[in-house]
Structures are given as C-alpha cells and as structure tokens.
C-alpha cells in the first residue's frame, strides 16, 4: 500500500501487504471513510481475502478480518458517515450486511436478514444523505426487496418489496432513484426518500407494459440524466429528470444508444453515433472458412446491439457484404432477415453466404440494427 501528497518526496510505501499463501496481495475497493482507509486485500492462490484498514502509517495499517472465504467474500464497501458498510460471506450464514468502526471490535454483522446458510445477499449498496439504502431478499423471497439501514437491527427495514427486479440505484441528494416494475407499468423510473408513501413512480416513460428498462444512471448538478425507450423505440434515448413527471423529458432521441454518460461540472458528456461520424466499438477477425487463408471481418455499427433481441424479439437487422470482383469493381449486396438467421449469430461459426454472382466468399460483412 502507498500513499502520495502529489510530490515525488511524499510519495512512499505505507506498508507491504502479506497474504498467507505467500504469493503477492491483489488490492482492491479503496475507500474513505470520514478520513480513514479501507480496504479488500486478495489472496488468489488460497482464493480467500480480508478487510484492512489504514490511517496513512505502518503501525495504523492492520487487518479487520483475515481469510475470508472465496476471493469476493468482502464486497460492496461502502461508506455512510463515519461508518462502513459491506457485505460478507461465511459459510454457516451465507453472504449478509457488515459494519466496521474501524476496529476489530466493530467489525460486526449488521444483520441477519435472512437467517440460514442461504443469506439475503445484499448488494447495490448506496449512500443516501447519510442512510444505507441496498437491496437483499428476505425470507421466502425470490426478487430483492429495497431496504434502508442505520446500521441496527431496528433500524433496518424494508422500503420497497421486490415484485420484480429493482436495479440501477442512483443516489441525488436525498432521493434514491431505481429501475423497477410494478407490474402494469413494466419497468419504468422510480423515486424514494425512505418511506413507504415516498416510494413512488417518477413517470410511466414506455407507457404501458413495456419496460423503459432505465439504466445509465448520472448525476449532474443535481439533475437526473440516464437512458430508456421511449414509446415504439428501439435503441434507448437520453432522458434528465428533476424528479417530477413534468420534468422527466427526452433529451435527445436518435438510431444509436448514448453511452459512457459522464457527468464534468454542469456539463454531461457521453457517446454517441449521429448517423454521420460514426461509432464503431466493436471489431473482430476471423480466419477464412474457405481456404484462402485471407480472412473476412464484422464490425457491430451499434453499441448494445443485444437490447434490440430483448425490445423486439424478432426485430430485423440489415447485413452488408462486399467483395471486389476480377474485373476491379466491387460487388455490394444488402440482405436482410430475422435475427435468429443471419450473420451475427454465425458469422464466428460459418462462412459468408456466398453472392449469386460470385462463388467466391464475401470479404467483409457489417451488421446494422435498425
């Protein structure tokens, strides 16, 4: 472990991690809380990690809990006032939600929300205006229920139950925003400060049955912006939302997903393709199925093309092919089809088909989503 005051005299080793096995330590989920450091150090050979903290020193820099088993049996660590939360797996009560003051003392079970070797297996932990809010599965459960904890036993209780999946937790001010579905709705843009009557849809974005399926979640000076079909959509648009059905609106709408959202002072920076710079994010090459040893390529044209299967189950995609012929002129051909038959399913397992003109195989194959 270092440390650094941004000159090169003040950068130096606090201390050198050991594991048991010996072999070298994996570092990982930094965090500060209230001006002191936790941390998860690995030991991939024995496969097993622990809970250190540190205040800067040698002799500050100890271990909470050592040989934890499994290399993800610490995770989550999360920081609410001065206080960390996390969540650990031991074999007798299954994976649960931790605190730590920063002593071995207490460094404690939470709670055992779901008692027996199954545990509740908390997870999303977010700080919310200095209350824990997680989602974990309560006894009998079989979707995760949305919680809150002051980190007692009394004061951890369920917010929300889990009808269905309760996903992409954003925390802005003190208002959790969420992915949920309550059914009539599908799965739209949520909102709660804690209680049960506060625990409300922002906006029925999809209108209806179909999922919005909000992802992307970003704060920006205090403003909402993440992603969700809109009404006949196929790729996602850019939405901001005050938290307000009013002031939930579309930003931008076009054929391609914005992506990477980033928030940099008042401004929102993310990726997109309009159409005429292009985004090209993904690229792969194969060898030739045909002998000639000179190959073929795809490209996706369009980030997350997989949200098209789950939007439209049998939406249709357009493949383009060329290949130059003898003569130096370049054949192009267009070929559309349902998506379970085409190119990006067997692109990685068969040759190109073959052009009516041609019985030599096409070189290059992009696959566009519409």
């Keep these: ?24 330590a994996t570092v990982r989920e930094l965090t ?31 271990a909470l ?106 925390a802005i001010g003190a208002t959790l925003f969420f992915a949920f579905s309550d059914g009539p709705s599908g799965q739209d843009l949520w909102k709660s400060d804690g209680t049960e009557a506060g625990t409300v849809m922002v906006k029925d974005l999809n209108q209806g049955s179909w999922d919005a399926s909000p992802t992307h979640m970003t704060d920006v000076a205090g403003t909402l912006f993440f992603t969700a079909f809109a009404p006949g959509d196929l790729v996602a648009d850019l939405w901001k939302s005050d938290g307000t059905e009013a002031g939930t609106s579309v930003v931008l709408s076009g054929a391609a997903e914005p992506a990477e ?3 940099v002072g008042g401004a929102l920076f993310f990726t997109y ?17 045909h002998g000639s040893g000179q190959g073929y390529f795809f490209w996706l044209r369009q980030r997350r093309p997989w949200l098209a299967h789950r939007r439209r189950r049998h939406a249709v995609l357009q493949c383009y092919a060329r290949r130059p012929d003898s003569d130096g002129t370049v054949e192009e051909r267009w070929h559309r089809g349902w998506h379970s038959h085409c190119l990006c399913r067997r692109a990685a397992h068969s040759p190109v088909r073959r052009s009516a003109r041609s019985s030599g195989p096409r070189r290059r194959a992009a696959i566009r989503w519409f």
């Design 273 to 289: 393709d309009d159409g005429v710079n292009g985004r090209t994010l993904e690229e792969r090459r194969h060898s030739s199925r």
């Design 32 to 62: 500060n809380v209230a001006g002191r450091l936790f941390f998860v150090v690995v030991d991939t050979y024995q496969l097993t990690n622990a809970l250190w903290t540190s205040d800067g020193t040698a002799a500050g820099t100890t």
């Design 65 to 170: 809990i050592t040989n934890t088993a499994s290399t993800s049996g610490i995770a989550n660590l999360t920081a609410v006032g001065g206080t960390l939360f996390f969540t650990r797996y031991q074999a007798a009560s299954g994976t649960e939600l931790w605190k730590s003051d920063g002593t071995p003392a207490g460094t404690v079970l939470a709670i055992d929300i779901n008692p027996g070797a199954a545990g509740s297996s908390p997870s999303q932990l977010r700080n919310v205006a200095g209350t824990l809010f997680f989602t974990a599965h309560a006894p009998g459960d079989s979707w995760a229920d949305l919680w809150k904890s002051d980190g007692t036993e009394a004061g951890t209780v369920v917010v929300k139950v889990g009808a269905n999946q309760i996903t992409a937790l954003k």
């Design 261 to 263: 959202l980033t928030a």
């Design 1 to 24: 472990m270092w440390k650094s005051d941004g000159t090169a005299d003040g950068t130096t080793l606090v201390r050198a991690l050991a594991v048991p096995s010996g072999a070298q």
